[in-house]
């Protein structure tokens, strides 16, 4: 008897319940919190010394806004390959890709999660910022800033989806998220601008959620620019990401399966 076909309006149920339940599990995890929670208070620090050294006049919310992204790239590129690794480890990978739910859905629950965590990135550096260094809250557009965070944590989370698809099919494909992390700092303008970077540079930001989840949260705490363009753009890149993560999983599970290394480790 063939199999019933999944109910997409059940979908927007499972990414919650999904959602839900991946963060409640990261919050179990040293690395998760070392990664959420530690790191971006180091990183925080390293850029106040660097632009308080500069002698620069009100940089340091620049690079409190910076050494957050930071922080919700990080947790979102290690920590939706490593629930992956974690569920191939604990051998609930093959449950999940075989249940009646699409392992697309399941696996956008998981990245909008590690997003998520990402999102105390933020609220730590800059009360940091502000006890240790002074740094002065203000924030010019405080309603379009709100609406920023959860538009950048959405597009980075659904960017997390394309990248760590590759964890199903590769199982040292954590060298990917390695290699990443760092480049994406600096050519989407955390913390250096673009315009001090090489030319072709700005191109390849372009195609980067984090690059325009900067420039809208940027804009709207410090003012210039255009917030509401740049959420735009997150919006139009995660809705690419999430049709070629889509792809990308679907041909990647199906290899998997044909070469029968889906539960190895």
């Not at 002698?55 to 690079?63: E, H, M, P, R, V």
């Not at 392992?103 to 006890?131: D, E, H, K, M, Q």
């Not at 597009?155 to 394309?162: F, K, N, P, R, V």
């Amino acid at each position: 008897m063939p199999a019933r076909p999944y109910d997409i309006r059940r979908a927007p149920r499972l990414v919650w319940i999904g959602w839900l339940f991946h963060l409640k599990n990261m919050s179990q995890s040293g690395f998760s919190l070392l990664t959420a929670v530690v790191q971006p208070v180091i990183f925080a620090t390293i850029a106040f010394y660097m632009f308080e050294a500069g002698g620069q006049t009100g940089t340091l919310l620049y690079a409190a806004l910076g050494a957050g992204i930071m922080g919700i790239w990080s947790s979102t590129l290690f920590g939706s390959g490593g629930a992956i690794g974690w569920q191939r480890f604990q051998g609930t990978l093959e449950l999940l890709v075989a249940a009646p739910a699409p392992f697309v859905l399941v696996f956008v629950a998981i990245t909008l999660a590690t997003a998520t965590t990402g999102l105390y990135s933020i609220v730590a550096t800059l009360l940091w910022g502000r006890l240790l260094f002074g740094v002065p809250i203000h924030l010019v557009h405080p309603w379009l800033f709100a609406l920023a965070l959860p538009v950048t944590v959405v597009c980075l989370g659904l960017l997390g989806l394309l990248l760590a698809s590759t964890f199903v099919l590769y199982r040292h494909a954590n060298a990917l998220s390695n290699l990443l992390e760092y480049p994406v700092w600096l050519v989407t303008g955390l913390l250096v601008p673009l315009s001090l970077l090489p030319g072709f540079v700005t191109p390849i930001s372009w195609l980067l959620g984090p690059t325009w989840g900067m420039r809208a949260i940027r804009g709207a705490a410090l003012g210039g620019g255009d917030p509401v363009f740049s959420m735009f753009m997150c919006v139009v890149l995660g809705a690419a990401y999430l049709v070629a993560g889509a792809l990308c999983m679907r041909s990647f599970e199906r290899l998997a399966r044909e070469r029968a290394t889906l539960s190895l480790t």
